[in-house]
């Protein structure tokens, strides 16, 4: 059998800047229409509400889990420190506007002493966060 000789040299080349050129385009377009929700590290079942709707943005949310245990921008806080802190973010910024996030098996009761609190350090709108009913 007669075989042709093998060529010496460069094999094949596959130039792949291309693919690369194609790969960063995918990149950029899916880092600028992909959009960044903010989720909160504390777990909260929030209570379900019929008339719930969106509210802006504000400087400071104050979360209120199960067991009574009160977060502040997902940093955990007791009940003495916490209307120092307040009254300086309500210097500090001066928005008048806080959202508290209680969960739905927290006791009433400290849901109404946090709403003092915040009434008391200068906060006039406190808005009551809670998740729209599931579509039927």
Do not use: W
């Not at 209570?47 to 997902?74: H, K």
């Not at 955990?76 to 739905?104: N, Q, S, W, Y």
């Not at 400290?110 to 808005?127: A, C, H, M, N, P």
């Amino acid at each position: 059998m007669n075989f042709r000789p093998r060529k010496k040299g460069r094999g094949l080349i596959i130039n792949i800047t291309t693919l690369i050129d194609v790969m960063f385009l995918l990149l950029i377009f899916f880092m600028v229409t992909s959009t960044f929700k903010n989720q909160p590290a504390i777990n909260l079942v929030l209570p379900r509400s019929a008339t719930a709707s969106e509210t802006v943005d504000t400087p400071a949310i104050l979360f209120l889990s199960a067991e009574g245990v009160v977060y502040l921008n997902d940093m955990l806080i007791d009940l003495e420190t916490l209307a120092g802190r307040l009254e300086k973010m309500h210097e500090d910024t001066g928005e008048d506007r806080m959202v508290l996030r209680a969960d739905e098996k927290s006791a009433h009761g400290d849901v109404v002493e946090l709403i003092d609190i915040i009434k008391r350090s200068g906060f006039t709108r406190v808005s009551l966060s809670a998740r729209v009913p599931a579509a039927r």
